[in-house]
Nanobody, 116 residues
Framework: QVQLVESGGGLVQPGGSLRLSCAASERDFSRYAMGWYRQAPGKQRELVASIRSGGNTNYTDSVKGRFTISRDNAKNTMYLQMNSLKPEDTAVYYC??????????WGQGTQVTVSS
């Protein structure tokens, strides 16, 4: 059973920045495409950024130019650098496999709140 632990969320003012981290217990972490997802109150969970095992990245339109996804396979860790944050970025952020039919069990997520 792969465990995913997200961290780094918090309360930030509009225009601010946060860096999220995702630690995975999967030994072969480097093999998998990974993604950052978010779920705002009353909305479905959405994929906001993904990174393939080779490093290719993709972003949903609403975060392009503001968010950067990266990974450190030696540490089984993935990151999401979020800049120029907006109130509409407020959500619980999760990490999991991306571009796959099967995902691992979801972690507890990390709350990001953008508010003045």
């Amino acid at each position: 059973q792969v465990q995913l632990v997200e961290s780094g969320g918090g309360l930030v003012q509009p225009g601010g920045s946060l860096r999220l981290s995702c630690a995975a217990s999967e030994r072969d972490f480097s093999r998998y495409a990974m993604g950052w997802y978010r779920q705002a109150p009353g909305k479905q969970r959405e994929l906001v950024a993904s990174i393939r095992s080779g490093g290719n990245t993709n972003y949903t339109d609403s975060v392009k130019g503001r968010f950067t996804i990266s990974r450190d396979n030696a540490k089984n860790t993935m990151y999401l650098q979020m800049n120029s944050l907006k109130p509409e970025d407020t959500a619980v952020y999760y990490c999991n496999r991306a571009l796959a039919m099967i995902r691992w069990s979801w972690g507890q997520g990390t709350q990001v709140t953008v508010s003045s």
